[in-house]
Every structure is written in C-alpha cells, then in structure tokens.
C-alpha cells in the first residue's frame, strides 16, 4: 500500500522516453529519481535557502557564475548536506526502489547528486532573492 501511494504521488515527465535509456541505472534515473526530484522541489529549494543563511548569506554576495558554482560545490564537497539532500530522494523509494539503489549504491548516488546540481543551479534566481 505505501508503495503504490509514494508512486501514485510522484508528477509525471512527459519528456522522458524510456526507451531511450541505454542502461538500467538511467531507466532507474528515468523512472523514479527525476520524478521524485520534481516533487520534492519545493522542499530541496527550502534546505538549500536555509543552507545559505547558515552560511552567513556568502552566497549573495556572489556574481552569477559564482552562485552556480556555490551550487554544486556546496552539493559535491559538504558530505553532511549531500547526504541530507539525497536522503530527502531515497525517503519516497518504494522497498523495491530501494534495494536497487543499494544494489548500484555509487553509481545511483552520482547520478542523484547530479540532478539535484541541475536542479537547484537550473533554478539559482530563486535564491538570489
């Protein structure tokens, strides 16, 4: 039952054509890591704010190309707030999403950290504000 309401929550993404995966750790990345990103956009917008203001506002002192590299070094270099975020994305897997993360834990990682880079430097005038 919890899976199938965590599934039933997550927003489509009409662009994505799974066919076009080349592997199994894209289709995974297809299929449950960029829809649970978008639902949980608000909330991944929300701890990376509060992250910058535990910083003592650095960040909005930064030119634009700075920022976005704040971004990601901020997700690639901080292990405790890396964490944090990819936790947020594994707390909506299903049981079974689950031990295929920890089945290609590393590459499933990388892939996770990557899109929430994307995500959040894709949306960096959110937190210019």
Avoid at 49 to 73: A, C, D, M, S
Avoid at 90 to 115: Q, V, Y
């Amino acid at each position: 039952m919890r899976d199938t309401q965590l599934i039933t929550l997550r927003p489509p993404i009409p662009t994505i054509i799974d066919k076009n995966a080349v592997n199994p750790a894209e289709l995974f990345q297809n299929r449950t890591l960029r829809p649970i990103l978008k639902l949980q956009n608000d909330l991944l917008d929300a701890i990376f704010k509060n992250y910058i203001i535990k910083r003592k506002g650095v960040f909005h002192k930064l030119g634009q190309p700075k920022r976005v590299e704040y971004i990601e070094n901020s997700i690639r270099k901080d292990l405790k707030f890396k964490n944090l975020l990819v936790g947020v994305i594994t707390g909506h897997f299903t049981l079974e999403e689950w031990a295929r993360f920890i089945a290609d834990e590393r590459e499933l990682t990388k892939r996770t950290t990557n899109l929430l880079v994307q995500r959040l430097t894709s949306q960096v005038e959110v937190f210019s504000l």
